[in-house]
């Protein structure tokens, strides 16, 4: 699928994996909209970008507020690439070490925003992009979700993590079937250690040393490595209800 002239929407692309993601598609010719809870980083973004980029800011959560902001997305352009990297995560253990029970509130709202919010803007997305013309061989578009490794190799203290990238695996291949009637493609991308903000926050140490238990490269990973397969995932029309790890081999430890 051509990228360059339609419309792109990147939840989560105000920083990280997302904003790494909106730069390469809007060098490739898209018009993006930015959906994220960082206004700052996300108009200072949209800013930058110029052109047709737009921010908007969106609880993926919610169930309007998305409706609304997919909507505005496909205005000056067809909608057909949705990539889903919004998300938090949470350390807590089934029980505590006082043999307490694993906090509810907290697997709810990682949950709420990783597994809900994941579908909620696939949905109005799907919506959008089925009533897009049909391209070559029917298709219409692609939605990217974003998994994590963390959905086969859970470690300790990831119990609510892993259930919510575990989730959206799980929802990839029965959306793709779902979709395939109106031409559109589902993959999920599950990432392994890579350089977002959050990692930054290590000293430089701890980050070499999760880098040198990458198999190969010995490198966390970079949002471009990420950004790369996002295009890649566009352009290869046959590429459809995968979820494809994007670790360096690596197989996280219990710890």
């Given at each position: 699928m051509e990228i360059k002239a339609t419309a792109a929407l990147v939840t989560g692309g105000a920083s990280g994996?997302?904003?790494?993601?909106?730069?390469r598609l809007t060098k490739l010719g898209a018009q993006c909209t930015i959906l994220d809870r960082n206004s700052d980083k996300g108009e200072q973004l949209a800013k930058e970008l110029g052109g047709n980029t737009k921010f908007i800011n969106v609880d993926v959560a919610d169930e309007k507020a998305v409706e609304e902001a997919v909507s505005?997305?496909?205005?000056?352009?067809?909608l057909r690439i949705a990539v889903n990297c919004a998300g938090i995560g949470w350390v807590g253990r089934t029980i505590n070490k006082d043999s307490s029970p694993h906090d509810m509130g907290s697997f709810t709202k990682v949950l709420e925003v990783n597994l809900i919010g994941t579908f909620n803007v696939m949905r109005w997305a799907a919506s959008a992009i089925a009533k897009t013309e049909p391209l070559e061989f029917g298709e219409r578009g692609v939605i990217i979700n974003t998994a994590s490794i963390a959905a086969f190799d859970g470690q300790i203290g990831q119990l609510a993590y892993s259930a919510s990238k575990g989730g959206i695996v799980g929802m990839t291949l029965p959306a793709a079937r779902?979709?395939?009637?109106v031409g559109i493609r589902v993959n999920t991308i599950a990432p392994g250690l890579m350089d977002t903000p959050l990692l930054a926050l290590l000293p430089e140490p701890q980050r070499q040393a999760l880098a040198a238990g990458v198999n190969f490269p010995k490198r966390?990973?970079?949002g471009d490595d990420y950004a790369s397969l996002v295009q890649q995932i566009c352009e290869n029309g046959y590429l459809n209800g995968e979820t494809i790890r994007l670790d360096g081999g690596l197989r996280m430890p219990p710890k």
């Open positions: 994996l997302g904003e790494a993601t909106v730069r505005i997305a496909g205005e000056s352009a067809p779902d979709l395939a009637a966390l990973g970079f």
